[in-house]
């Protein structure tokens, strides 16, 4: 008896502020040299106290109405209470009973479907992340062990679903759609590895018929979308079989093991901390007033949805290429950029949906980071357009600029592959051509059309392709045509 | 006369007519700090060379300027749970030794932008945790008036330092009383203006949502002329309150008969010590003469302010002094090499048994389970006791009380014993509750042994004025009282 899947997930935002949600510390922590991004306050000194980033606040306030939630008119922040060392304070600030926002949902669309899911969103709420530490070990010994205090403090959004997630594709679903609507937003960069975006998801199997779920377990580390389908695979997979071998399932924490590609037990439950929580007496309760919301609507920037209608009715899109290109916000940027230097929409759009991410997902890379930028793409595309190059080659141009990050000018001219436009140099080869595979002209010429596709063929062979098909179509069709009248 | 007797009034005009210098109270100070502090042990650190560089500067300032900075050189003492930049602040804890702040509290900042001198860090109950100074990890403050009883506290360092001219004036905090009952037990002026009023930034927690930054001087004016730089709105304390801050020195002026007295007859009742209602009686004569009206009034949910405030203090205690682990700062003891055991190890051999105890209790009242019952309940009455105050604030400007239930006690008296110790705060800390404004003021002595009696003036929010104003009245009628100081014969028994 297999039984349902119930996924419910916990994801974590970083949000994208100037500065940290309770001082005046950059952001920019990424790589930065340990604990240069600190101060009294997110270093947690005795006598430091927090002021809240407004910003924060506004970031927070555009995930939560995109998420359909019900905002909260008065927040309040509580204090986690727990002992580590990455957390100066001994506490987090984070929000409890009074959180920013609760009651929201998402809906996925299914590809080639009119049906929707509805995925429900618990509560959305405002926290402050922990700084990190860093060990040291010797023959697998950890000997000492330092702490980097640079993200404490970084701004937080945490968002929590209701377990309605029934398979890991749907994680992931409802996850690449999450993270491209707070890129829309502004409110999050989105990314996994870096861990600006962390998901932990909690999973058990309810049995078919019964409305009790089963025992959830929590899964954690993933730092991936590959990862978080193998992580709630194995795991799906693993409560199963402890199920079908009549075993319980323990309630814990697990760590999903990249390597190992497996789960493993970090802590149960039972020895589950008490945080103590209780309302921080440093800051004031947040009021969010419907003037404040109304405004945050109103700055709102666009969103897929209306960003696949404007490119339809502007760049004259197919809906399917909108679609594509409005998926993934920075797809949807390098379109525009392209467009405002380039005027044939359609052909941009064809070579970025077609070789261009080709490449990039060959290469699993992100297109902000494309070596190949939008104005390279377009000179590529120019170069085209004066016949100065075939398509074909321009696609081996274009791999050759993606790997190389040079221009397609460059290249074209260190290689010599500019297109053969001179007549009678093609007049030659097709001579050639014609010697060599008489009976296909003789073919061609009792009526079998498609034969002078052949031979056009022979011919882009001959030149390595990079004649113009045209033109050796039109060059064969006039000397069949006089062979035949002279005969 | 010794210069450092002087009161910050006579000071800052004898420094205006250039008829003393900086350096030379600052030297007076610190012989005199010499002097007492071996038998007093009101400081933890005497600020020497600091503090007479700054006096040099500023000395040439006011001789080459027109304009001399508001304080001009006035020596301030500062309670060593106020961050000093490059000044060890221990909170008068073996957990914070060697804790160096890279940074000035907000007040410590005003008060040097002001031209004011820090003389030096003064002792208190471990993380103010205490109404004696006995539960200090260093040292016990001895009262200036009989040293075999305590101080007060916990801002007892100040509060003796003040009576004893071992400095001209003090900062304080108070979380339950510990600014107002020191300074009634050494007979000095202690204010704790209204929750908000002073930035807390800076000033390392105890009772966040209680503490407040007050000050302790040898008279009302003196008081008020430190109001006047300290008090007002600070960006980095959202707690703080952006309202105008009025000249708190204007405020002291003749004249009272415009108030209304209440006399919460709560606190005049059982466990009051006899002589000490005698003077406030005799003090609320007075402002009757003085064309005051006064009535008995109550405060009804009085009784339960007492477990409401230790439930709420000690809880947020518990989470405020989590932070000293010996990870970052401090003391840490590290013998294994295990991460838990060098969070026992550092927080059982660093923190004191009323610290330890004080966690314990506040860790307990936030457990789940235990929550509702305690904390939330206790945040319950705290809204009622607000409500009361609200209540009778409708109807009068002020109330008026004594600071303590009893005189200074023994040293060594009530430590064993932390209920009778609690006790000692039960005037004074419903007014932390309430977020109020308070004042004790010395009314008198008792009759055998010469112990100083505070009387408590309690206002509304950010109605320090009139509190002032009462108090600089009294203080008129009183001019005996004031003159009296503490009769520091000890010190030849010391040298015996």
Redesign the interface.
Known sequence: MPGDIVIGLEIHLQLLTRTKMFCHCSTEYIDQKPNSHTC?VC??????????NKKAVELALRAAIALNCHINNTNIFH?K?Y?Y?DL????QISQYNQPLAVNGFLMLKEENSSESRKIRINRVHLEEDAGKLVHWEKEGKIVYSL?DYNRSGIPLLEIVTEPDICSSEEAVIFLQKLRNMVQYLDVCDGNLEKGSLRCDANISIRERGKGRLGTKTEVKNMNSFRAIRLALDYEIKRQRRLIEQGEIVVQETRRWDEVAGKTSAMRSKEEAQ?Y???PE????PLVINQNWIAETKKNFPELPEQKKERFITNFKLSEYDARRLVEVKSLGDYFEQATQIYPDYKKIANWILGELLHLLSEGDIDIKKCPVTASRLVELLLLIDRKIISNKIAKSILEQMFRTGQSATDLVEKSGITQISNKQEIDDIIEHIIKDYWPTVEDYCSGKDKAIHFLVGQVMKYTKGRAQPDLVLNLLKERIKKISENS | MSLNELTVIDYLEMIRKREITVEQVIKDTIKHIDRVDEVLKSYLYINREEALKEAKKLDKTIKNNKDIPPLAGLPIAVKDIICTKGIETTCASKILKGFIPPYDATVVKRIKEAGGIIIGKTNLDEFAMGSSNESSAYQVTLNPWDITRVPGGSSGGSAAAVAADETLIALGTDTGGSVRLPASFCGVVGIKPTYGRISRFGVIAYASSLDQVGILGKGVKDVAVLMNIICGYDSLDSTSVNVSVPDFLSSCREGINDLKFGLPREFFSQGLHSEVKEKVMKCIDKLCQLGGKVEETSLPNIEYALPAYYLIAMAEASSNLAKFDGVQYGLRIEDSGDLEDMYLKTRSQGLGAEVIRRIMLGTYALSSGYYDAYYLKAQKVRTLIKRDFDNVFQKYDLLICPTSPVPPFKVGERIADPITMFLTDVYTLPVNLAGLPGLSINCGFTNRENLPIGLQIIGRSFEEEKILRVAYNLEQEWKEIKAKKPNLSFLKDQSL
């Not at chain 1, 270093?43 to 809240?52: A, D, E, F, R, W």
């Not at chain 1, 100066?88 to 506490?91: F, G, I, L, R, V």
């Open positions: 009294p270093l947690g000194l005795p006598g430091s106290l927090p002021v809240l204090r209470n002992f060392p100066p304070k001994a506490y702490v008490d103590r929580y209780f007496p440093d800051l004031l």
